[in-house]
């Protein structure tokens, strides 16, 4: 069974620090395109942060030299350092995997409207909230 489960949420003063978790079962994150998605109330899903299947890394332009994406193999695990946080970083945080399977798992219709949802994606967890007080 495909899952993927997010940790490392929390709450924290601005300019602070997180780092967020994403670990996989049912299949594995090596050569797999993944990414961290947010979310407000009220607002679109923000793709923040992604890995592509050749290994190269984006990020949102408000996330830029602040958040960090990387992934440890052998963990299954895929990570999101977050410094700096700003309360407009406070958010639902969902990880998204590409798995191999075309069947949805998890969370992904939180942000199936939203324009920077990827259909290659079909693997989501259940989000985790970070909370950033100023």
């Known amino acids: 069974q495909v899952e993927l489960v997010e940790s490392g949420g929390g709450s924290v003063q601005a300019g602070g620090s997180l780092t967020l978790s994403c670990t996989a079962s049912g299949f594995t994150f090596d050569t797999k395109a993944m990414g961290w998605y947010r979310k407000v109330p009220g607002n679109a899903c923000e793709l923040v942060a992604s890995?592509?299947?050749?290994?190269?890394?984006d990020y949102a332009d408000s996330v830029k030299g602040r958040f960090t994406i990387s992934q440890d193999n052998a963990k299954n695990t895929v990570y999101l350092q977050m410094n700096h946080l700003r309360s407009e970083d406070s958010a639902d945080y969902y990880c998204?995997?590409?798995?191999?399977?075309?069947?949805?798992?998890?969370?992904?219709?939180?942000?199936?409207?939203?324009?920077?949802?990827?259909?290659?994606?079909?693997?989501w967890g259940q989000g985790t909230q970070v909370t950033v007080s100023s």
């Open positions: 998204a995997s590409q798995t191999g399977s075309p069947r949805y798992s998890g969370k992904w219709f939180v942000c199936r409207a939203s324009d920077s949802f990827r259909f290659e994606y079909t693997a």
């Open positions: 890995i592509s299947s050749d290994g190269t890394l």
